[in-house]
């Protein structure tokens, strides 16, 4: 089940925040920014790059995946490693998508930011 409209409205006011705080200077989004997206139940978060050797591309990484389990009314983080495999961050679930971002925000063990 997707989010309701009001939860989907909270969420995008919330990341639109999270994302313009990690955004870098203006003369460097060309290069390198920052995106997400909403599927379902999930909050995808990612790098926006210029493809390496052809830079008219422009590919989308994701590095962080939050999912809400409506039953428990959790957020659980989650981190991709360079396998391309999701795997659940230290602290899997948190009570609030706002604690999810601060735990990305933080990156205590340098899984999304290396």
């Not at 939860?7 to 870098?24: G, Q, V």
Request: hydrophobic share 40%; proline share 5%.
């Amino acid at each position: 089940m997707a989010f309701t409209q009001t939860e989907e409205n909270d969420i995008r006011n919330l990341m639109h925040t999270f994302i313009e705080d990690l955004r870098p200077p203006e003369h460097i989004r060309p290069k390198l920014d920052f995106g997400y997206r909403i599927e379902d139940q999930n909050i995808f978060i990612f790098e926006i790059r210029p493809q390496w050797n052809e830079p008219q591309i422009i590919r989308h990484h994701d590095f962080a995946k939050i999912s809400f389990v409506r039953n428990t009314s959790m957020w659980k983080l989650y981190w991709m490693r360079g396998n391309l495999q999701w795997y659940a961050y230290e602290t899997p679930a948190t009570g609030s998508l706002k604690a999810a971002l601060m735990l990305i925000k933080k990156d205590k063990h340098s899984c999304f930011f290396g």
